[in-house]
């Protein structure tokens, strides 16, 4: 079992920065690709970015250039460092991990955080 908690959200206007992080319990989380989804009121949930135990990561369109994974095998933590926030980045941001190479698809990953809230204001 693999246990993830997520921090670092909270409101922030249009064009602020925010991190996440994930932190993880445990198996062993340098074996794991770790993934970032959101999910907007309403809305299915949605892929954000993840980092592979490759070292690979890989982002959905609409964030590149904007935010950025990254993860710390040391601390059994990943985070997303996210700039240039708009409205539509509003959600609940959940941390998630899988036992594959890279996968951007939500039934791939085996477990899940909690989430924590994501609100930017106009």
């Known amino acids: 079992q693999v246990q993830l908690v997520e921090s670092g959200g909270g409101l922030v206007q249009a064009g602020g920065s925010l991190r996440l992080s994930c932190a993880a319990s445990?198996?062993?989380?340098?074996?794991?690709?770790m993934g970032w989804f959101r999910q907007a009121p309403g809305k299915e949930r949605e892929f954000v970015a993840s980092?592979?135990?490759?070292?690979?990561?890989y982002y959905t369109d609409s964030v590149k250039g904007r935010f950025t994974i990254s993860r710390d095998n040391a601390k059994n933590t990943v985070y997303l460092q996210m700039d240039s926030l708009k409205p539509e980045d509003t959600a609940v941001y959940l941390c998630a991990a899988c036992y594959r190479i890279m996968s951007n698809k939500r039934d791939d990953y085996d477990y899940w955080g909690q989430g924590t809230q994501v609100t930017v204001s106009s």
């Open positions: 980092f592979s135990w490759t070292g690979t990561t």
């Open positions: 445990g198996r062993t989380f340098s074996t794991f690709t």
